[in-house]
């Protein structure tokens, strides 16, 4: 707190336009201030000590080192599903709740995912790119199969992959998945087969990732797992880049194995322009947006706000990733 106001302090290098988190806070009586990265330095000082609660963007570290300097903080706030990149175990022993908001965009990052599986496997971007070298040939850009014949596996099944499954049933596909945190009776609700990794990873045509990126997950599918599916089969990822190996994807497309891949998602970002996947017509990278939409984006603003105004005033958080175990 600062001149008797409670302050928060956003941590961002993605949004320039925060009026509408202003607004909010201001309606509050509450301070707000705003850092990028490359003021991080000069602003910790001023600003760390004294912070309500903080809003840490997706991108933007919040460590150990910051999370110590925070004597006054009640919540870190992370606009997004997504939060490695704050030390969550930090936060609980400093007594900080850290919520985030895992559900704002259920229907964007599902219909995204459906758009890069029908992308993939009609081959448009290998159409687009002979179109607009002159050649119109419908034939020379195959095989591509009938979608209705193909079997589609979901390597997680937490609430985005249930709306895909929910969203892929007219088409009329074979639906796996793998995930052991998840009882086979809730799979079977949305007609989906629970299988083992390994045999998700051999039967899937099409395999479409759906987990967080945790030291289990980080590398999970490598060049031998990857070996493991049909040939000409297709690789969706929607989570976290670190989830693959990219230079065993690469390989295993160069090799003819997987005919593909939709990728919103990539280990480092933004890559660098000479990215070898990036060059490929045989994959589809969008930039980390499955999550976008107009409604989506106001959503999440509006409840990440909430959840600082909530944390800040002792009031229970929908979506808390641990709870303080201390006060301080």
Known sequence: MRKGRPLVWILDDEWNDHQLEKKMYRQQGFEVKITRSNTLERDIPLYAPYADGVVAQVGF??????????????????????????????????????????????????????????????RLSSYRHKVREGKWDPLDTRPIHRFSERTVGLLGFGRIARMVATK??????????????????????????????????QLSNVLSLHVPLTPETNNLLDYERLKLMPKGSFIINTCRGGVINEDDLQKLIEEGHIAGAGLDVLEKEPPERDHPLLMMDEVIVTPHASYVSEESLIELRERTCQAVIDGIGGQPLPYSLKQPTVNV
């Open 61 to 122: 570290p919040c460590g150990k080192d910051i999370i110590e300097q925070l004597h006054s903080c009640k919540v870190i706030s992370v606009p997004g599903a997504g939060y490695n990149h704050v030390d969550v175990e930090a936060a609980v022993q400093k007594g900080i709740t850290v919520s985030n908001v895992p559900d704002y965009c259920l229907e964007e990052v599902s219909d995204h995912t459906i758009a890069l599986m029908l992308a993939v496997t009609r």
């Open 168 to 201: 892929l049933k007219p088409f009329g596909v074979r639906l796996l998945a793998y995930d052991d945190r998840v009882f086979d009776e809730v799979l079977d609700l949305y007609g989906v087969t629970p299988v083992s990794l390994i045999e998700l990873v």
